[in-house]
Nanobody, 118 residues
Framework: VQLQASGGGQVQAGGSLKLSCTDV????????MGWFRQAPGKGREFVGA????????HLEDSVKDRFGVARDMANKTVYLIINNLKPEDTAVYYC????????????WGQGTLVTVSS
């Protein structure tokens, strides 16, 4: 599996964004998929994950009212939907393929930068 994340950019606070993570090798969907972020000067933190079947979600409590994760099985793509963006959401967002919704995380994509201005 080779993951490619995209969709980041500069957005205004209060807006929405949809990040994509595509398996460019189009591997059969045998991994749960997670999203993480790393804000400037901080460590990487988990934000959410979706099961390989697309039927189960696990979202971090601090973001679950604004973040969602979805999966397009046919196009081998996983999405992170972020609503009501806040400046503190500014970070590099990463996707990863894992054994379960809580890891271990086996393969990482490159990050995509989200910058939220107030």
């Amino acid at each position: 599996v080779q993951l490619q994340a995209s969709g980041g950019g500069q957005v205004q606070a209060g807006g929405s964004l949809k990040l994509s993570c595509t398996d460019v090798e189009r591997t059969p969907s045998r991994y749960d998929m997670g999203w993480f972020r790393q804000a400037p000067g901080k460590g990487r933190e988990f934000v959410g994950a979706i099961s390989r079947s697309g039927t189960s979600l696990h979202l971090e409590d601090s973001v679950k009212d604004r973040f969602g994760v979805a999966r397009d099985m046919a196009n081998k793509t996983v999405y992170l939907i972020i609503n009501n963006l806040k400046p503190e959401d500014t970070a590099v967002y990463y996707c990863a393929a894992g054994a379960t919704l809580r890891g271990p995380w086996l393969t990482w994509g490159q990050g995509t930068l989200v910058t939220v201005s107030s």
